[in-house]
Nanobody, 119 residues
Framework: QVQVVESGGGLVQAGGSLRLSCVAT???????MGWFRQAPGKEREEVAG???????SYANFVKGRFAISQDNAKNTLYLQMNSLQPEDTAMYYC??????????????WGQGTQVTVSS
């Protein structure tokens, strides 16, 4: 099992930045890590994932605005989000997943951290 705790969300104006963090504990070595989000009334959508062997996957809507990174020494996953737009408003979840099942194969995730972008 893997436990994850997200933090770093908040309210920001359009064009602003946030950095999300996720501390993971447990059998993290079995899984890859990533972020997905869900806005009210919408389906989950993947944001970014570290798939192993240095491969990183970003959703098309990221368009170079977000950057995912991982500090293995701290068991922490990050999502740096720049040029935020109101359509980025959502609950953001950190997820541990079987590396071959991205996107969509989220195995473990946390409570989420809310990101709200005002226009």
């Amino acid at each position: 099992q893997v436990q994850v705790v997200e933090s770093g969300g908040g309210l920001v104006q359009a064009g602003g930045s946030l950095r999300l963090s996720c501390v993971a504990t447990g059998d993290t070595w079995r899984y890859c890590m990533g972020w997905f989000r869900q806005a009210p009334g919408k389906e989950r959508e993947e944001v970014a994932g570290i798939l192993g062997y240095g491969t990183i996957s970003y959703a098309n809507f990221v368009k170079g605005r977000f950057a995912i990174s991982q500090d293995n020494a701290k068991n922490t996953l990050y999502l740096q989000m720049n040029s935020l737009q109101p359509e980025d408003t959502a609950m953001y979840y950190c997820t541990a997943f079987v590396c071959s099942r991205w996107p969509g194969g989220y195995t473990y995730w946390g409570q989420g951290t809310q990101v709200t972008v005002s226009s």
